[in-house]
């Protein structure tokens, strides 16, 4: 019988009983801790708790103010104003077309400055220049801009590459970082970009951290691809310029490294810059390096040159001006490392079964992290410097977390084919009963090079699927950061080899154990993720006996021809014209092994979705259907990659959890 839910379900998720199991409802509807501003002595911090109704769609906030140093936390009120930053001169936040300022931590606000429709806003440590973003229209390439006669018109004219990226159309407008002294008025600005075809900040992702002030408020440095076009679809050469204020130059302060160059912080004695930098053009995964500036020098040091791993997460200056701290994906998980300026030491901080993701705040004896793993979300930790011991400050789901019962991970080291240990992840059901035989789920992770750790999704989450009652078996195959940098460059190239031969051989070892049944096993997956998915639908022999696969690419030459962000296919798969043929084209293309395909299969299709356009789910749904297996599509049509809607992803999950119970 199928179940049926309503909105009053939705409306009140939290009627349940002692030592409940997690559920779509309570998974969508937990609090989520994010950190507004850092005091600029880090000894206090402003930090949000916000949690969806799932009726309505909206988040509700509450602000908190965190003394680091007792973490003692009260709640305040901001009304409707949004925080921009905290430094010596106090607390500036916007409220409709006006940024206030508090110079008593938010207890009483005076106007500052009057911006208007403005994004990104960062004030200048002088408190005398700020610097904002806002789209301009740079080209028409709109009927409607073209031709003033058609406003009607739908049309969109273009004559080059990179036309839409991620989940939009370019329309003409371009992200334009602009600086203006608070002594003039916001017409003043000057656009840093002036009819350039750029983007600062970056597309999709980028923020208020691709523009920082030099300490001194002389310059302001962005980051931004100074290319358009094909030449942009085709190229990872990302920049950090520095625009002088007084002389009107701009200087390209990372002109000779060829890959991405981003996340610029000075340090708090302004004599330094870092920046994250990749050295590759067109490699998106390569090893992620942290390099330093001299301001005063101009030279240039790798500093984690000869480390072998990435910097792979957050990036802070320690209060020394000498200390590094940064995160990074450490053997299954993600931990928080330090690293001398001067000798160039890094150091492991913390261990366990956790991901700790970013990091707010260092007073000498100890930092402030954002801490994840598979059963819990984001909350607020103190890491003590000298022995990692970790203290809980937030508790944001303490009330529900009591609640639920909650399963248990454990990483094992397998053999793969080819005689290498790898890390697999298990995830059991709560209540795990080693004498009871589980359906199991083999995880496919998407990237292809993103680390497979400790994290917490609302999406693909292990402690929703656990709860279940299926254990999940997450293995860490070729291209994973977090075990060398030869382990994660190995899947370039190789989509269809190594990387399958990895999963069969987790599945193999998992089917070896008592509490596996081997007859009851699935392959889940989103990206490349999907890919996989489809690609082990063909080469299985029968250890799968479903399978599901979001987002996935299943022909690879139109996929290369339809997808934007071309540096990644050229990089890991090649050109389909290229002689000879890559074997991305041949033996690892999915759409190649469909007269194999004998298992029921549900595939998930976002309609904005241009990394994996929806033509990919639709053609292996219908190659599906003609071969006449049982299959399903669920198409989402206001999703990109991802699902960001939350009843969508109650939907999401449901349909996921329906076809395994039918299928498996």
């Known amino acids: ?29 937990l609090k989520k801790v994010g950190v507004q501003a850092v005091s600029p002595d880090q000894a206090s911090l402003i930090y949000k708790v916000g949690q969806v109704d799932l009726k309505t769609e909206k988040t509700k906030n509450e602000n908190y103010f965190l003394n680091v140093l007792n973490h003692e936390a009260s709640k305040i009120d901001f009304g409707k104003k949004a925080l921009i930053q905290w430094d010596k001169n ?41 610097a904002f973003s806002k789209q301009v229209l740079v080209e028409k390439l709109m009927g409607k801009d073209k031709y003033a006669d058609t406003p009607k018109t739908t049309a969109q004219v273009y004559t080059d590459l990179n036309h839409r990226h991620w989940d939009y159309f370019n329309e003409g407008k371009y992200n334009h970082v602009f600086v203006v002294n608070t002594s003039d008025k916001v017409e003043a600005a000057k656009d840093l970009l002036e009819g350039k075809t750029w983007d600062s900040p970056q597309r999709p992702f980028g923020g208020a951290e691709d523009f920082v002030w030099s300490p001194d408020s002389a310059q302001l440095l962005y980051v931004t691809k100074p290319k358009s076009g094909k030449e942009y679809a085709t190229s990872t050469n990302t920049d950090i310029f520095a625009y002088d ?24 004695d302004g004599k330094s810059l870092i920046w994250q930098s990749m050295a590759r053009d067109g490699y998106e995964a390569d090893k992620n390096d942290v390099k330093i500036l001299d301001w005063k020098s101009g030279k240039t040091t790798n500093l984690t040159g000869a480390w072998d791993d990435s910097v792979s997460g957050d990036v802070l200056w320690g209060a020394d001006s000498k200390t590094i701290y940064f995160t990074a994906a450490y053997r299954g998980t993600k931990q928080l490392f330090s690293l001398d300026s001067k000798s160039a030491k890094v150091q492991q901080i913390t261990k366990g079964d956790f991901d700790v993701n970013e990091i707010f705040t260092d007073n000498k004896t100890s930092v402030l992290v954002g801490r994840t793993d598979v059963n819990h979300a984001t909350e607020l930790f103190s890491v003590n410097l000298k022995n990692g011991e970790m203290k809980q400050v937030t508790e944001a789901n303490k009330d529900t977390y009591a609640k639920l019962t909650q399963g248990k991970s454990e990483l094992k080291m397998v053999k793969t084919s080819d005689g290498k240990e790898m890390g697999v992840w298990f995830h059991y059901p709560p209540n795990f009963d080693p004498n009871k035989k589980y359906p199991t789920l083999v995880y496919c992770q998407g990237g292809p090079q993103s680390a497979l750790t400790q994290y917490f999704s609302v999406r693909w989450n292990f402690a929703l699927m656990t709860a279940n009652d299926y ?24 989509w269809g080899g190594q990387p399958m031969r990895d999963y069969l051989a987790a599945t193999d070892y998992a089917k070896t154990l008592p509490y596996v049944d081997g007859e009851r096993v699935a392959a889940v997956g989103a990206s490349y993720g999907g890919y996989s998915v489809f690609m082990l639908a063909g080469i299985h022999e029968n250890r799968f006996k479903t399978f ?72 292996a749904f219908q190659a599906a259907k003609l071969k006449g297996l049982k299959s399903k599509l669920v198409y989402f049509p206001n999703e990109n990659h991802w699902v960001l809607h939350p009843q969508n992803g109650l939907v999401w999950q449901r349909e996921f959890f329906d076809w395994l119970k039918e299928t498996l």
């Open 548 to 619: 599901i696969a979001h987002d996935g690419l299943f022909d690879m030459k139109s996929w290369y021809l339809t997808t934007e962000e071309l540096w990644f296919a050229n990089w890991d798969i090649g050109s389909p014209w290229e002689k000879p043929q890559p074997k991305a084209y041949t033996e690892f293309n999915p759409s190649n092994f469909v007269d194999k395909w004998n298992k029921p299969i549900m595939i998930v299709q976002g309609g904005i979705d241009f990394r994996v356009p929806y033509e990919q789910g639709q053609e």
């Open 245 to 268: 204020l007084a002389t009107g130059a701009t200087k390209n302060l990372t002109e000779s490294n060829k890959g991405y160059d981003v996340n610029p912080k000075f340090s708090p």
């Open 90 to 130: 106090g607390i500036y936040a916007q409220e409709g077309d006006k940024i206030y300022l508090s110079k008593d931590a938010g207890k009483t606000w005076a106007e500052f400055y009057t911006i208007g429709e403005a994004d990104n806003i960062v004030i200048s440590p002088d408190g005398k220049r700020i």
């Open 1 to 29: 019988m199928k179940l049926k839910y309503s909105l009053l379900a939705l409306a009140a998720p939290f009627l349940m009983n002692a030592q409940q199991l997690m559920t779509p409802e309570i998974l969508w509807t």
């Open 471 to 494: 254990i999940v078996v997450a293995p860490n195959r070729r291209g994973m950061p977090g075990w060398g940098t030869k382990w994660n460059e190995e899947i370039s190239r190789d």
